[in-house]
């Protein structure tokens, strides 16, 4: 402060114990965040704007009769609103406060880095411009022979015996080795861990088992590691057009159609059926752990899963702060943090004027842990617990949660706490990411109704008289006519292995199934 004082601004020294009165904030002035925030908060608040308890920078307000919703990053707004007219409204009040005027760049398509895709039935976020910018560099070494795979790809590699030689494997903390090591693999991996990091935060909950799971070893990495880093850059890289969607109750006619979201699971794989639907304003979550995962200190990992309009708006991968003596002590623990999440997003809900009147549905796929939960009783193997973890018992019975049990297969909490096989991986991530819409979305029907699979192919060659029951018509008890099996593939499959020389098939007998065997 001396240096700026006498040399750039050519004062003379300041006195031992004097101080020089700043009246107003200056570039590069310790004091101009602060000066600036108080300037800016007092503005919006004058204007009618309040901010939220845990984020100030996101306010809320009624302009024009219209509620919208304003986030503030350092002097860069954004702002949603009903329509272009509410928006400029707030704009020409904040003109009026400032001195100089606001620079308007019209509807939003990237804020703070992340990119923001507005169409007439979805808002998608991602950060496919930052993934092209930091994947130039890789694409000139190690990266340039990169081809798009076959198969969609995972973070990490799904190989048992890789997983198991990854687990195991430990850097040398020589510093000399590191270099030559990291020389070798053309990588620094603190640097590609940390904008695996920067991607998951924002816009990529489908990284956040492989992040955290690469950053364990940030400090002594293995050559195994390099590896394991490479080929969750590779899918990052390869994903940079996935994003999170939040889907529309109604279509905003003066929108543009975007592009639908690739789904990358089979029909068959996504287990549409028993799904939990909420409306578009409704908070659901979900909590998962995985036992003892860490080979090395025997601790779990716990996920976490927050959704509101069909899309992700919270999600965590924990690696749990002490070891737990049983799965039920295990799955209790991250049931907690994600309790904590959820009291977390309700308040801000609730400041931006949409509270959740109802309990919060929490889904965990542990009965012990649901049922403790909900009966604000612990039992004689769980008294050693931390006391802090009770606490999700008060809320509870506070109501503002409820644990509810849920099916393994369709916990999307699964996601974040081990690396999964590809299909189970992509089935949950299209849900994570909201490629799958929500049954409240004008376009629902036309999405799944027009995804067709292995099973569509297959039934459309089953009469409309095999409807009931589906084991019935899966048998062809019911006797079809002719046209019904034209050209039908399963007439292969049943008559496989039943036709010799002493055996006759015939296929328009009106007998059982239209099949008869005369030997």
């Known amino acids: 402060f001396h240096e700026w004082w006498t040399i750039h601004k050519k004062r003379p020294p300041i006195p031992h114990g004097h101080m020089i009165p700043i009246l107003s904030a200056m570039q590069g002035h310790p004091e101009s965040p602060r000066l600036w925030e108080k ?76 990119d923001v895709l507005q169409s007439r039935h979805y808002v998608k976020i991602s950060c496919t411009s930052f993934i092209d910018k930091i994947s130039e560099k890789y694409q000139a070494t190690w990266m340039k022979h990169l081809y798009a795979p076959s198969a969609r790809p995972t973070p990490l590699p799904t190989d048992a015996t890789w997983l198991k030689e990854y687990n195991k494997a430990t850097g040398d903390p020589d510093k000399a080795s590191q270099a ?85 699971s089979n029909k068959q794989d996504l287990l549409l059926d028993n799904r939990p639907e909420h409306d578009a304003s409704v908070l659901l979550a979900y909590a998962d752990s995985d036992w003892a995962t860490c080979i090395k200190t025997r601790r779990s990992f716990g996920g976490s899963c927050l959704r509101i309009a069909g899309g992700t708006v919270a999600y965590k991968t924990q690696f749990q702060p002490t070891i737990a003596g049983s799965s039920t002590e295990a799955e209790y623990m991250s049931a907690y943090f994600t309790g904590k999440m959820i009291l977390f997003v309700r308040s801000v809900l609730w400041d931006l004027g949409v509270p959740q009147e109802a309990a919060t549905i929490l889904y965990e796929d542990n009965d012990a842990c649901t049922a403790m939960a909900n009966a604000q009783k612990p039992t004689p193997r769980t008294r050693h617990m931390d006391i802090k973890y009770f606490s999700l018992s008060e809320w509870v019975e506070r109501d503002l949660m409820l644990l509810e049990r849920i099916d393994t297969s369709i916990n999307l909490a699964d996601h974040f706490t081990k690396s999964l096989l590809p299909a189970l991986f992509h089935r949950h991530a299209d849900f994570i990411l909201g490629h799958i819409p929500p049954a409240y979305s004008p376009i629902y029907r036309s999405i799944i109704g027009s995804y067709v699979g292995v099973d569509d192919y297959m039934e459309k060659f089953v009469p409309s008289s095999f409807t009931t029951p589906l084991t019935a018509a899966a048998a062809r008890v019911h006797a079809p006519i002719r046209s019904d099996y034209a050209d039908n593939p399963w007439i292969q499959i049943l008559g496989h292995g039943l036709y010799n020389s002493h055996v006759s098939l015939s296929l328009h007998s009106e007998l059982w199934g239209g099949v008869t065997v005369d030997t």
Not at 88 to 98: Q, T, Y
Not at 183 to 193: H, I, P, T
Not at 202 to 210: K, M, N, Y
Not at 232 to 256: C, H, V
């Open 39 to 114: 300037h800016a908060d007092a503005i919006l608040r004058e204007l009618g704007l309040t901010p939220t308890i845990h984020e100030p920078c996101l306010y809320s307000g009624i302009i024009n009769g219209k509620r919208l919703i304003l986030m503030r990053q350092v002097d860069d707004f954004a702002i949603a609103a009903p329509d272009s007219h509410t928006a400029d409204l707030l704009l020409d009040m904040l003109d009026d406060k400032l001195s100089i005027p606001i620079k308007r760049q019209g509807l939003l398509d990237m804020y703070n880095g992340i």
């Open 180 to 264: 030559l090591l990291e020389k070798e693999m053309q990588l620094s991996y603190r640097a590609g861990v940390g904008e695996l990091i920067w991607a998951m935060t924002t816009c990529c909950p489908d990284l956040a088992f492989a992040s955290v799971k690469l950053s364990q070893s940030n400090s002594c990495p293995h050559k195994i590691h390099y590896h394991g880093l490479k080929q969750a850059l590779k899918y990052l890289f390869t994903s940079k057009e996935d994003g999170i969607y939040f889907w529309r109750t109604s279509p905003r006619m003066d929108l543009p159609e975007g592009p639908l979201p690739p789904i990358h």
